[in-house]
């Protein structure tokens, strides 16, 4: 077979523009002619009482919801596709850094007015979590309403410590101490994660701050940062009583690897609870607090409900967002999976204060911090991400020094947010 | 005073043709040249929105950016891999099955397979393979009493090579066999009478003539290596750290990461200006030495 110049370069030609394609292409625009009321939600989130919620605005409104579901990543092309074509869905449940992004960039519609005349009825701010309040806010206006209220804690396996007289570190000394005595054939004392998103209770626990605005510097103070992730490194590779955690779009390893009985301690959230009882039943699951450092500390997490600016009917979007964030609804949620909420007042429940495992979380809250506000609003927490993505993996999987990947780290960053 | 001349033979002709080719027109007009159109001009904006003109700023950026370099890089290491590793491997298949074995026809099927396959697809399960923690390899390893591997930690660009290789040598062996099957056998026969060897008949007689074959699989290889995607975004998430960060899911990432659309045109705009420089670089390199019998 022979193809001349012509033909080989006409195939390059229109095989070279798919990258072009790739970054210019928008995504087919949602349904939202009249009648249907369109939703981006979270692929892992389509609970039952969510179903109830949608019948019931269905019957009040005579409109047809769409719940189009994706994994985080997919909504969010999905969504600046969306942005970029100016079609956009009734409503975006996002993963807990959108809103206040969306809000600065002129894509999300503020919330001020309808909670000013509907808030004290469904009770927002006032039985929501302040800092849940907070993440959702921009320029004193509320543009999000927090949907599910997560953190990190210890989850360990009950049988392992009970088995080598061990009770549950406090400190990051204790951790590395039990860890060790608990690492042995096929298991290891605990399992890091490589997503780089479990690095920030560690850093809010040696008292780091991801941002200061008033000096324009990252992570400090810079020392106590680098301890935080020397102490991560040396738990995978000086002490060797974690595996190496492998770069991936998966944060579930270390959760499958506890469920199987070859890790003891793993540090994760909520979410991990129902894989964990679904795979092994027989496994005695142990939630406590995070082992502390300079202060006890832990992240604040969990998705939140925003309106599009361009969003056509913003008063329905607001009553779906009244309805879908009631008291019972979130009650109906926890007895559903045991998700964990934002209301103050769903820590009080009986049913929360009853069951260890929520009890443990919802103690766990008032010491939850949300570090990325910072970064934020300076509008290039993307990029932060993406440095702070390679910083965390070349240390604690590529054991890279710490102290010279942190000082790259802080230039690349710094020079980002300097624009 | 107006003239109503009858349109000409060549005329007539010329409308029936552009009639014809108007559908193709279209097509390639409003989903390749609108948007590479649209792409040249974000390229000189900048902003969430892309809204702020910058002129050449984007460019002038994307030169002095370590990343774009590093991107670049392992871009370039990874292509240059998947093209060596292609023309070898896909040759030596394609003359091991174009002998008279018995099933060929069932092996050149199995190895075709894998290109048929999706990259999300083939990328999840030598991801399920090869974890080090969670993979059936190191299972199967530990079974036979050998170590185990953590490639995907230790090689990872070498890893996502090597998969990329998989997938693609079907394709390639089948191009280099319809190669070797162009070749009249009456060179081999005319090679042989005169003595000379198997080796020296593959060196000097099939090798030269599949020069057509090999510049075209060495311009696709390069091409869809400059533009892989899949293996980073599915196996390795461009990590660990940015040991596998590919151009083009660099690209991905400086527009739906950092929303900075305007950005990260500039970066297509300048790696479709690398692919036609190679391109245009290997066909020359290329026709300089063909061989005719």
Known sequence: MSFTRRDTLRLAGAASIAPLLAACAGAPPPATESGTFTIYWNAG???????????????????????????????????????SSGTVPDLVEEPGSWVQEFALSGNARSLQDFVDKDGQAMGFPADWLPATVERNSYKGEVY?????????????????????????????????????????????????????????????????????????????????????????????HEHRVSPVPVSSTDYSGPQKLFAAGRAAMIITGPWDIAPI?????????????????????????????????????????????????????????????????????????????????????????????????????????GEYTDLLKTMYQNIVIRNRPAEQELQRFAEAAEKAIRG | MLSHRKPTLSGRYARTAYLFLAPAILFFGVFFFLPIGNVLSTSTRTGPQADRFTGLGNYARA?????????????????????????????????????????RVAFRVALLVPYLTSVAIVGLLWRNILDPQLGVLNRVLGELGLPPQEWLNTHPLATIVAVTLWQGVGYTMVLFLAGLQGIPEVYHEAARVDGASGWLRFWRITLPLLAPTTLFVSVMAVISGLQAFGQAYIITNGGPGDATDLFVFHIFQVAFDSRDFGYSSAQSVLLLLVIVAFTVVQLRAGRRGEIQY
């Open chain 1, 45 to 83: 989130h389509d609970y039952k009482a969510y179903r109830e919620v949608i019948a019931e605005f269905e019957k009040a409104h005579q409109v047809k919801v769409n719940l189009q579901k994706y994994q985080w990543p997919d909504l969010r092309t999905r969504l600046l596709a969306d942005f």
């Open chain 1, 144 to 236: 999000g309403v927090q949907l599910h209220l997560t953190c990190q804690l210890l989850f360990y396996n009950k049988k392992m410590f009970t088995g080598a007289g061990l009770e549950p570190p406090t400190t990051w000394a204790e951790l590395l101490t039990v860890a060790k005595a608990l690492t042995g054939d096929d298991v290891h004392g605990i399992a890091l994660n490589q997503d780089y998103t479990y690095l920030w209770p560690w850093l809010l626990q040696a008292g780091v701050r991801a941002y200061d605005a008033e000096t324009g510097k990252v992570m400090v103070p810079r020392e106590a940062a680098a301890e935080a992730l020397r102490f991560q490194a040396g738990l995978v």
């Open chain 1, 277 to 381: 009882k679904q795979t092994s039943p027989d496994l005695e699951l142990g939630i406590a607090p995070l082992p502390s450092h300079r202060e006890r500390a832990t992240q604040l997490a969990g998705t939140s409900v925003f309106v599009p600016l361009k969003a056509r009917r913003p008063d329905l979007s607001w009553d779906f967002v009244k309805r879908i964030t009631t008291a019972r609804v979130e009650q109906a949620v926890t007895e559903e999976v045991g998700m964990t909420m934002p209301r103050t007042s769903w820590a009080k429940l009986p049913e929360v204060r009853q069951n260890a495992e929520l009890k443990a979380f919802a103690d766990a809250f008032p010491h939850a911090e949300d570090p990325g506000s910072d970064v934020r609003l300076t509008g290039h927490y």
């Open chain 2, 63 to 103: 030169a002095a950016d370590p990343a774009v370099h590093h991107a670049f890089l392992v871009t370039l290491v990874f292509s240059l891999a998947v093209v060596a590793g292609s023309i070898v491997l896909g040759l030596a298949l394609a003359l091991a099955l174009n002998q008279p074995l018995r099933g």
